[in-house]
Structure formats: C-alpha cells, structure tokens
C-alpha cells in the first residue's frame, strides 16, 4: 500500500512565521503534489513536482514555495504566515504520470493567529 | 484545461436509500481522465476509481456504480441502499492526457442519516 505521511495532523503559528509543512511518500512515486482546502472551494493546487529538484506552480502559489530535495520528500514553505493561509493541507503522490492516480496524505489542519 | 462541475453541494439521505452524485466536466482533450475520490471525516482523501476517455462501460463495485456518458460529459456515480458509513465528501476529478495534473470539483457533501 502507498503510505503518504504528513509531518503534523494540527498547526498553530503566528502571523510572519515561516512555516514547514513536510510530506514523505514511501512508494518511490515520481510526482508529488500540494493542495489547500477551504470550505466551498474544494481542492486547490499550490505546487507539484515531478522530479527531484523540478517544481511547477499550480493554480494559487502566491505566498508559497516548495522544495523537494529528494524523491521521497516534499515540503510545503509557507515564508511569513498570514491569516488567509489558515486552512487544510493535503499532500498527494502519483506514480509516473501527473494523470495517474494520487494517493493523499492524511493532511494538516494549519491555523494562523 | 479542465473544468468540473459538481452542482450538488449538500445531500441528505435516509439510509437504504439510493443516491446519485452528479459529475459534469469540460475538456477539448480527446483522451482523458476520470476519478472519484472519498472523503470521510477523517480527512484523507480515498481513492475510487479511474476511467479512461475511451472506456465508456459502466464501473459496478459492490454498491458503487458510475455512468459515464461521453454525449454530455458527465461521470455520475451512484451509491445503492446508502450506508452510515458513506457519510462524506466526494470528489469528481478529471485529467487531461497531455500529463497535466488532475483538476478537483468542489465536492458535494453527502450526509446518511440512520
């Protein structure tokens, strides 16, 4: 079974904190994938990567980076907190192709105060 | 680029019930992707199914079924004698063949009540 592991399940931080938000898949998938959740919007996409140090931006990367330093790992950096980016985070992976299925992590509940 | 449209937000059910979840998306690919994806409380999205463009059967997985209709672009999927358990979210999600990544409907909330 492919396991997606989120760093934390809940988030507290302060406006103006950078923040990491970690995932680790164990299944050697070559893509990788981070969304933001918010009621009545579904799933956005911020960033996905299909390789190891490759990145491409999704539909709302404004206030995000991400670095993906080995295949298995990708992070989410939230440079200076704020307020609007209280929210879900769900991490995905996909095998070879961005069309192939996603399996999701188990996601990040981040509050910012 | 995709688009998906799932027009019910909220349905509430009475167990045993059967009930529709409708799915329409736009796309000028001619090979392409469907997905349906599971949300319980818990959060983690699950997966369900996969259809390609070009398989048009009808998918049956024990109560689960899904109606794919080329003609109107939609991909419903129905669940039969509804069960507590199904309580969740669902997400339509279609992607196109040129590898780009899938696009998420703003899921519709089903509620089964006992």
């Known amino acids: 079974d492919v396991k997606v592991t989120q760093s934390s399940r809940y988030l507290v931080k302060r406006t103006g904190e950078k923040v990491f938000l970690e995932c680790v898949q164990d299944?050697?998938?070559?893509?990788m994938f981070w969304y933001r959740q918010d009621p009545g919007l579904g799933l956005r996409l911020i960033y996905f990567?299909?390789?190891?140090?490759?990145?491409e931006k999704g539909d709302i990367p404004e206030g995000y980076s991400v670095s993906r330093e080995k295949k298995e790992r990708f992070s989410l950096i939230l440079e200076s907190a704020s307020t609007n980016q209280t929210s879900m985070y769900l991490c995905?992976?996909?095998?070879?192709?961005?069309?192939?299925?996603?399996?999701f992590g188990p996601g990040t509940r981040l509050t910012v105060l | 680029a995709q688009k998906v449209t799932q027009a019910q937000t909220e349905i509430s059910v009475v167990e045993k019930e059967d009930v529709t979840l409708d799915c329409v998306y736009e796309?000028?690919?001619?090979?392409?992707?469907l997905f349906w994806y599971k949300q319980p409380p818990s959060g983690e999205l699950v997966f369900l199914i996969r259809?390609?463009?070009?398989?048009?059967q009808n998918e049956i997985s024990g109560r689960y079924s899904w109606n794919f209709q080329k003609s109107t672009s939609s991909f419903n999927f129905t669940i039969t004698a509804s069960q507590v358990v199904d309580s969740a979210v669902y997400f339509c999600?279609?992607?196109?063949?040129?590898?780009?990544?899938?696009?998420f409907g703003k899921g519709t909330r089903l509620s089964v009540i006992a």
């Open positions: 995905a992976s996909s095998l070879d192709f961005l069309t192939d299925t996603q399996y």
């Open positions: 299944m050697d998938h070559e893509n």
């Open positions: 990567s299909y390789d190891v140090k490759m990145k």
């Open positions: 796309t000028r690919d001619t090979t392409y992707y």
């Open positions: 259809r390609n463009s070009f398989d048009e």
């Open positions: 999600a279609p992607a196109a063949s040129g590898n780009t990544p899938l696009v």
